[in-house]
């Protein structure tokens, strides 16, 4: 077996495939626990900052755990990066500047 190299001796080009092969293995393993009903799925969470996304998340969570559900819960987010005041989301806690 071949010593894996160190990763400040990759070239960007090879940190790259490296990432988008863990990628690959993260998403086969999901989907075949998936298969395997070993996850539950929640709605997908459309927020506008990912801290009210995973805000949204906790509340469903809690709700799907209080109706009985004790897999482990996976939910997709898509983050627009634009606050909407009508889906919850606290204009107080909205980032005034770049994270």
């Known amino acids: 077996m071949e010593k894996m190299r160190s990763i400040d001796e990759l070239s960007?080009?090879?940190m790259?495939?490296?990432v988008a092969e863990?990628?690959?293995?993260?998403t086969r393993r999901r989907?075949?626990?998936l298969a395997r009903g070993?996850?539950?799925t929640g709605p997908t969470i459309i927020a506008g900052h990912?801290?009210?996304?995973?805000?949204?998340?906790?509340?469903?969570?809690?709700?799907?755990r209080k109706a009985g559900e004790l897999r482990e819960?996976?939910?997709d987010w898509i983050i627009t990066g634009v606050p909407?005041?009508?889906?919850g989301e606290d204009a107080e806690n909205w980032p005034r500047s770049p994270i």
């Open 12 to 14: 960007p080009d090879a």
């Open 31 to 33: 989907e075949e626990k």
């Open 84 to 87: 909407r005041l009508s889906r």
């Open 16 to 18: 790259r495939a490296l």
């Open 38 to 40: 070993e996850f539950a």
């Open 22 to 26: 863990l990628e690959r293995e993260a």
């Open 50 to 64: 990912p801290r009210s996304a995973q805000r949204m998340q906790d509340e469903l969570t809690a709700t799907m």
């Open 73 to 75: 819960i996976l939910f």
